[in-house]
């Protein structure tokens, strides 16, 4: 995997905290803080996790807090994704 998509964090995200009808993904949710589209502070960390145990990015407590926008976690987790995964 050279890159981790929106459509891979959406559907992440969908896993992680369910899918709130209310919120549309499809629309322009890049640069959207999470807050705003309906997830929690227990919601990243289940974000964290998956993402930890699915593409193995470590992702420490304390980076969660930063990662506010869908942009921010595709940045992080490109910046972080093994070498060959």
Known sequence: MSAFTLDELKTMLQEAAGVDESVDLNGAVLDTPFSGLGYDSLAMLELATRIQNQLGVPIPDDHIEFMTTPR????????????GA
């Open 72 to 83: 921010a976690v595709l940045e992080y987790i490109d910046s972080h994704l093994p070498m």
